[in-house]
């Protein structure tokens, strides 16, 4: 019996973990030089409202200097105000640090978000980067921007910055996230407002802002094996993440989906399905909503299965061949290849 044991334990290691609740992992190495990475980690939250208005003619030039890029793409993109080194931006940020609503959850943050929070975000976020490295060591790793967006972004990707909405964050049931009207937020999109999917979230949006070249609008197969590439990198960036947080779903809805795997991927797998090129079709699969608004899907569904079924398939894939590198799983361009492994679990 202790035979049997040993051999279901080593049997369970080579298959990366694949024993367990969670979906596999590749195990990454750290090189000597990521091993040795400072992620910089910048609070524009903090500086842009701290900043002396008085002088107002100073503070975009101050925040330029200091944030470069990603003060571009705050002031244009975030807020829309206008060219982020053009005079108007000037008289626009005022008003903006002085409106009522943004001064209320600039003070929840301030409130919500502790030193002990931010020492555990920039912990899991440096051990991110640091096998993000090893992966790349030709690629820089980004600067993290803790910012406030108005609602505007929850992750803020470029190059060279990571963006992270801290007013995104503050929980469905905070007072300010309450007042938030539905047409602005819906409330399935305020129940991903927890502060547990801070770092989860930014290295998806990170991975995907690095992957998006290899994205092609094909067909529903070809997008479930994009979106389970990114999550497959998302989770050996994060191995100790648990599945929920990386999906932004509670454990209720893991569950369902494990529960109804054999019967909803006969919905998937039906070949009018599977190599279906509609994008409004496609996109049932991989919308944010309270559940999955594909055809043939109940409403009690998880939402987004697609990424869900996605991951499966290539988890499954680099399990059965442990030997295929994170390099050679993202130019495998033979779709079919990959769904060859996947075998959907019957409850």
Known sequence: ????????????????????????????????????????????????????????????????????????????????????????????????????????????????????????YNEQLTGAMRRWQSLYPDRSAPKIVYYQSAWNNNIHPIEGYLGIALDSYLGADHPVIQKLSTEQIPGYKKLDMRKDYIVPDAVKGWVAYQNRALYQPKDLLHELIFYGKLMHITRSLLPETPDSLLLNWSSQEVQWAKDNEWNTWKEVAREDRLFDKKMAEINRWFTQGPFTGAKGIPQESSPQLGIWFGWQIVGQYMEQHPEVSIAQLLAEQDDMKLLASYKPKRK
Request: glycine share 2%; with cysteine; charged share 20%.
């Open 1 to 120: 019996m202790k035979d049997i044991n040993w051999f279901l334990l080593v049997l369970c290691t080579s298959l990366l973990l694949a024993c367990g609740d969670e979906n596999p992992h590749t195990p990454i190495e750290l090189t000597d030089t990521a091993s040795q990475l400072q992620v910089e980690f910048l609070h524009l939250e903090k500086d842009l409202f701290q900043s002396d208005f008085k002088n107002s003619n100073r503070v975009s030039q101050d925040l330029y200097q200091k944030y470069g890029a990603f003060w571009c793409a705050y002031v244009e993109q975030d807020l829309l105000l206008a060219e982020c080194q053009s005079d108007s931006v000037q008289n626009l940020l005022y008003p903006f640090v002085v409106n009522t609503a943004i001064l209320e959850a600039h003070q929840a943050i301030q409130n919500t978000f502790s030193t002990e929070d931010f020492d555990n």
